[in-house]
Nanobody, 132 residues
Framework: QVQLVESGGGSVEAGGSLKLSCAFS????????LAWFRQGPGKQREGVAV???????RYADSVKGRFTISRDKARNILDLQMNSLEPEDTAMYYC??????????????????????????WGQGSQVTVSS
């Protein structure tokens, strides 16, 4: 069982920055890839960034160059630094974990796969609002 608890978020004007953090309960971080998803008003859920068990990262085109995902294994913290925020980034943001292994790599973000159907655990969500 993996527990994910987000913090951070809030409201900011366009062009500003925010940081989201996610505390995860498991010490077996090498068996999960961790990601951030979001769901805006009237929109489908979409992944924005993932960090694999080996530390490699992938980003959705919509946030590439603006968002940075990072992981502190010692403190079991996943962060998402969001810069140059746009009103289109307004959404509920969720931390997520997908089980990985030697025979089943992390599928989040591979070949444009950002829908989240392979996610096993979700956080409760944290709201980000960007005003124009």
């Amino acid at each position: 069982q993996v527990q994910l608890v987000e913090s951070g978020g809030g409201s900011v004007e366009a062009g500003g920055s925010l940081k989201l953090s996610c505390a995860f309960s498991t010490s077996t971080v090498n068996t999960y890839c961790l990601a951030w998803f979001r769901q805006g008003p009237g929109k489908q859920r979409e992944g924005v960034a993932v960090i694999d068990s080996d530390g490699s990262t992938r980003y959705a085109d919509s946030v590439k160059g603006r968002f940075t995902i990072s992981r502190d294994k010692a403190r079991n913290i996943l962060d998402l630094q969001m810069n140059s925020l746009e009103p289109e980034d307004t959404a509920m943001y969720y931390c997520a974990a997908e089980l990985v292994g030697s025979d089943y790599p992390c599928l989040i973000g591979r070949n444009g796969r950002w829908s989240g159907e392979t996610v096993m655990y979700w956080g409760q969500g944290s709201q980000v609002t960007v005003s124009s």
